[in-house]
């Protein structure tokens, strides 16, 4: 079984910068996506940034040029990197992920138990 764990929110002020961390944990082959999604309150959850298996990152357009994704291979950990930040960024952050389990292909999709963002201005 895969385990996804979100950390790194916090309290930030308008501007600052804050890094999300996504560890993956159990029989991973290779990831076909990993992606971050975030839920303001009365909002719909959206997504924030999406990797494709081959690591070309695509990034909504309210964060571009603000957050950027990496990936720690040896730790099997993505970060989101969250600089500039708005007010607008306060949500709740969660890591989504479909990775490849056994060598016949099959996937596992799941997410993070989310980690809280508050920006203040």
């Known amino acids: 079984q895969v385990q996804l764990v979100d950390s790194g929110g916090g309290l930030v002020q308008s501007g600052g910068s804050l890094r999300l961390s996504c560890a993956a944990s159990?029989?991973?082959?290779?990831?076909?996506?990993m992606n971050w999604f975030r839920q303001a309150p009365g909002k719909e959850r959206e997504l924030v940034a999406a990797?494709?298996?081959?690591?070309?990152?695509d990034y909504a357009d309210s964060v571009k040029g603000r957050f950027t994704v990496s990936r720690d291979n040896a730790k099997n950990t993505f970060y989101l990197q969250m600089n500039s930040l708005k007010s607008e960024d306060t949500a709740v952050y969660y890591c989504?992920?479909?990775?490849?389990?056994?060598?016949?292909?099959?996937?596992?999709?799941?997410w993070g138990q989310g980690t809280q963002v508050t920006v203040s201005s």
């Open positions: 990797t494709n298996g081959g690591g070309v990152t």
């Open positions: 989504n992920a479909v990775v490849v389990i056994d060598d016949l292909g099959s996937t596992w999709h799941g």
């Open positions: 159990g029989s991973i082959f290779s990831y076909r996506e």
